[in-house]
């Protein structure tokens, strides 16, 4: 079946640790996204990466960080620089077409915890 | 500036009952795309709609309907007959053709559904 897969479904973090989160896709999307979703909160974008190799901030990149080696796969690293990185992490993918007509796809999301 | 405003923080209906959630959108894009997005319980956002700012036809879908008005800059959402199952979060998001893999997230309207 097509879909975004997340892991893990939680992910506790310790002080000062780096915790990476997981998320591949087999739609044969080009573009894949990032967002954090806080509590009675709407998502919040913070990497986008449009091809292979490349990516941009979003509105909250501090503390984070991510690659794009494959065009399955993005994984978003939670630095020892997010100092409140509690919160549900949600990944998308859409194709990428003109003026904004795409549609992202959402994963199942990670919840992280900090220990 | 682009915004999404989601004014019902929380609904609560009977069963049965019709429903209406509103959203209100600002984007000085002539050419842009809303969206309504679903996040039940487990968490994962599930597409339910895109239209964009050239189609102001109101859409149905089963007992979904949506009506788009530029305007006001509004595009609500309607369940009529509610269900338990549409007891949910529900994400209104703003795409404008100027801003590159940027989806805008309404704050989210939490639907309750009581039987």
């Known amino acids: 079946d097509g879909g975004i897969t997340q892991s893990p479904k939680y992910l506790f973090r310790k002080e000062g640790q780096n915790v990476t989160l997981s998320c591949e896709q087999n739609l044969n999307h080009d573009a894949m996204y990032w967002y954090r979703q806080d509590p009675g909160q709407g998502l919040r974008l913070i990497y986008y990466?449009?091809?292979?190799?490349?990516?941009q901030k979003g509105d909250i990149a501090e503390g984070y960080s991510v690659s794009r080696e494959k065009k399955e796969s993005f994984p978003l690293t939670v630095t020892s620089a997010q100092k409140n990185p509690t919160a549900f992490y949600l990944c998308?993918?859409?194709?990428?077409?003109?003026?904004?007509?795409?549609?992202?796809?959402f994963g199942p999301g990670t919840r992280l915890l900090v220990l | 500036a682009q915004k999404v405003t989601q004014a019902q923080t929380e609904i609560s209906v009977v069963e049965k009952e019709d429903v209406t959630l509103d959203c209100v959108y600002e984007?000085?894009?002539?050419?842009?795309?809303l969206f309504w997005y679903k996040q039940p319980p487990s968490g994962e956002l599930v597409f339910l709609i895109r239209r964009n700012s050239f189609d102001e036809q109101n859409e149905i879908s089963g007992r979904y309907s949506w009506n788009f008005q530029k305007s006001t800059s509004s595009f609500n959402f309607t369940i009529t007959a509610s269900q338990v199952v549409d007891s949910a979060v529900y994400f209104c998001?703003?795409?404008?053709?100027?801003?590159?893999?940027?989806?805008?997230f309404g704050q989210g309207t939490t639907l309750q559904v009581k039987p």
């Open positions: 984007t000085r894009d002539t050419t842009y795309y």
């Open positions: 990466s449009q091809i292979v190799n490349d990516f």
């Open positions: 998001a703003l795409h404008g053709s100027s801003n590159t893999g940027k989806l805008i």
């Open positions: 998308a993918s859409s194709t990428i077409l003109d003026r904004g007509r795409e549609t992202q796809y």
